[in-house]
């Protein structure tokens, strides 16, 4: 797998594997917890069923937003287990740092409904648990005013998500048509370019075809031109001829 994505789609089919990786990572923390503790096997359970569900699902989040939603809801649902489990310990309120590293890990997804869906499954978790058994969330007891606390912090790191994620994918998406207009423009110059080239072609093509018929013309004039000279000599030559003996003539009856 490479950490380098060129696009969105890849950027979040590799967010699926490191969803994946991380239940699988929650999944082992579970088993401590567990082993650790001695309580919470069918959690523990839960949460490897839930590692293999997301596993599946990592295939296809680059296409579907709804895997992608599905894989926050699960990842948020695996950070509960180990909560669960760890209830009646003083690590129980150490484990809700999760909540918020897991819904960092999201941001990968560069998708604000995966954020705004996964920040609602931890709030219905904690407002139903609080009141219904409030040891599976809360060490030493529940109460609106914890309740409210962990809201106001959810609530900010998830603002903040997901207006990251909107941001970037608008950027995302301006460069798209960016490069799209870039590229069209460019098409457009080289179709200009090779215009004017087949038009200076078909210039060169038509100087050259006059300069050809000039060729001709020359051919056929030259030979009448060296003609004329020699009819013009013959024709003063004829002349002489008749001028001369009259000439003669003329002077002879002079004389006498």
């Keep these: 797998m490479s950490i380098k994505s060129d696009t969105l ?15 699988a990572l929650l999944t082992l923390a579970a ?7 001695g309580q919470g096997l069918i959690a523990t359970g839960v949460a490897v069923a839930l590692t293999v569900g997301l596993g ?4 296809r989040t680059g296409a579907s937003a709804v895997a992608r939603m599905a894989q926050g809801v699960g990842l948020m649902a695996q950070v509960s287990l180990l909560v669960a489990i760890c209830n009646g310990h003083l690590w129980q309120i150490d484990m809700h740092m999760s909540y918020f590293a897991a819904l960092g890990v999201l941001a990968i997804f560069a998708d604000w409904t995966v954020i705004l869906v996964a920040a609602a499954t931890v709030a219905l978790h904690h407002l139903t ?4 058994l409030p040891s599976l969330v809360f060490y030493g007891g529940g109460g609106i ?14 603002a903040t998500l997901m207006w990251t994620a909107a941001n970037n994918v608008r950027m995302l998406d301006e460069v798209k048509v960016s490069l ?8 457009e110059a080289q179709q200009a370019e090779l215009v004017g080239l087949g038009q200076a072609h078909r ?20 030979p009448s031109a ?13 002349a002489d001829l008749i001028w001369a003996p009259t000439a003669t003539c003329g002077s002879q009856r002079s004389w006498s």
Excluded: K, N, Y
Aim: glycine share 10%; proline share 1%; aromatic share 6%.
């Design 145 to 158: 005013g914890r309740v409210l606390v962990h809201a106001v912090i959810l609530i900010a790191e998830a």
């Design 56 to 59: 599946i699902l990592s295939g």
């Design 226 to 238: 060296r003609r004329a000279p020699r009819a013009w000599s013959r024709s003063l030559w004829s």
């Design 31 to 37: 088993g401590t917890a567990w082993l650790t503790f």
């Design 203 to 222: 210039g060169v093509e038509q100087q050259a075809l006059v300069q050809q018929d000039l060729g001709g013309a020359e051919r056929v004039v030259a």
């Design 180 to 187: 799209e207009e870039a590229s069209r423009a460019a098409a």
């Design 9 to 23: 789609a890849q950027q979040r089919q590799t967010g699926g594997l490191v969803v994946a990786a991380c239940s």
């Design 129 to 132: 648990l609080s009141f219904i």
